[in-house]
C-alpha cells in the first residue's frame, strides 16, 4: 500500500513537495513510464477542480526510457518541483506518480 501527501509552500513561486511512503510490510516496485516520475497541475478554485493552469510536463520532453525502483516497507520517496509565476488566486494542486503498476497521487488546495 502506497500512501502519498502533497504539501506546497507559497513564497518565491510555489514549491511542490510530494512524498509516497510504502506503508507495507513488503517491497513495492515501481516502474516510471519515462524520465518524469512526477508530474504536477494546477487547477483553478479550491473546492472543485476547475480548468487546468499550469502542468509541470506541457512543454517539455522527457527520455523515453522505463526504470524500475524498489521501495522497501516504511520507505519514503520524496519529489519537489517549483511554479514559477503564479498568478493570485485559489487553486487546486495534485501530484501524480507516473508509474505502471499503481496509480498514485494527492491533491491539496492553495492561494496564491
Given at each position: 500500500m502506497l500512501d502519498?501527501?502533497?504539501?506546497?509552500?507559497?513564497?518565491?513561486?510555489?514549491?511542490?513537495?510530494?512524498?509516497?511512503?510504502?506503508?507495507?510490510?513488503?517491497?513495492?516496485?515501481?516502474?516510471?513510464?519515462?524520465?518524469?516520475?512526477?508530474?504536477?497541475?494546477?487547477?483553478?478554485?479550491?473546492?472543485?477542480?476547475?480548468?487546468e493552469v499550469w502542468r509541470y510536463s506541457d512543454d517539455r520532453m522527457f527520455?523515453?526510457?522505463?526504470?524500475?525502483?524498489?521501495?522497501?516497507?516504511?520507505?519514503?520517496?520524496?519529489?519537489e518541483e517549483t511554479w514559477p509565476n503564479p498568478d493570485p488566486g485559489d487553486y487546486t494542486a495534485e501530484a501524480t506518480l507516473r508509474v505502471v503498476e499503481h496509480d498514485v497521487s494527492a491533491r491539496t488546495p492553495f492561494s496564491v
Amino acid at each position: 500500500m502506497l500512501d502519498s501527501a502533497l504539501e506546497v509552500t507559497v513564497g518565491d513561486g510555489v514549491q511542490f513537495q510530494f512524498t509516497v511512503v510504502n506503508g507495507s510490510d513488503r517491497p513495492v516496485e515501481l516502474t516510471f513510464r519515462d524520465a518524469c516520475k512526477v508530474d504536477y497541475a494546477v487547477y483553478e478554485g479550491d473546492d472543485e477542480v476547475g480548468a487546468e493552469v499550469w502542468r509541470y510536463s506541457d512543454d517539455r520532453m522527457f527520455a523515453q526510457v522505463l526504470t524500475n525502483a524498489d521501495l522497501q516497507p516504511g520507505e519514503t520517496a520524496t519529489f519537489e518541483e517549483t511554479w514559477p509565476n503564479p498568478d493570485p488566486g485559489d487553486y487546486t494542486a495534485e501530484a501524480t506518480l507516473r508509474v505502471v503498476e499503481h496509480d498514485v497521487s494527492a491533491r491539496t488546495p492553495f492561494s496564491v
